[in-house]
């Protein structure tokens, strides 16, 4: 069974950076790719970022390109999303998702049903 656990939410004030961390554990996990979601109070939940576990390649939404960096540890089956410049708007409950491995070192998974597995969910809240 593969689990995946978020770390590094918290409350922080307008123009501060938080970094998420994300650790998938599970003896066969292998995944082709990992990605950030979030969901906002009363809204759906929206891709956020995305990459790719062989190549690196990454893809970001437009609303939080060039603030948001993922990246990977490959050794740790770890994904990490620092996030800059936060703003108000940028808070919600942020949930990682990792997606099985289809050997693909290109695929930029950024629907939700293209993820296999999801964590709970860690709580970003950004104050003005």
């Known amino acids: 069974q593969v689990q995946l656990v978020e770390s590094g939410g918290g409350l922080v004030q307008a123009g501060d950076s938080l970094r998420l961390s994300c650790a998938a554990s599970g003896r066969t996990f292998s995944t082709e790719g990992m990605g950030w979601f979030r969901q906002a109070p009363g809204k759906e939940r929206e891709f956020v970022a995305t990459?790719?576990?062989?190549?690196?390649?990454?893809y970001y939404a437009n609303s939080i390109k060039g603030r948001f960096t993922i990246s990977r540890d490959n050794a740790r089956n770890t994904v990490y999303l620092q996030m800059n410049s936060l703003k108000p708007e940028d808070t919600a409950v942020y949930y990682c998702?990792?997606?099985?491995?289809?050997?693909?070192?290109?695929?930029?998974?950024?629907?939700?049903?293209?993820?296999?597995?999801w964590g709970q969910g860690t709580q970003v809240t950004v104050s003005s």
């Open positions: 990459i790719n576990w062989r190549s690196g390649i990454t």
């Open positions: 998702a990792a997606r099985k491995d289809h050997y693909s070192a290109t695929f930029l998974p950024t629907r939700q049903f293209e993820y296999d597995y």
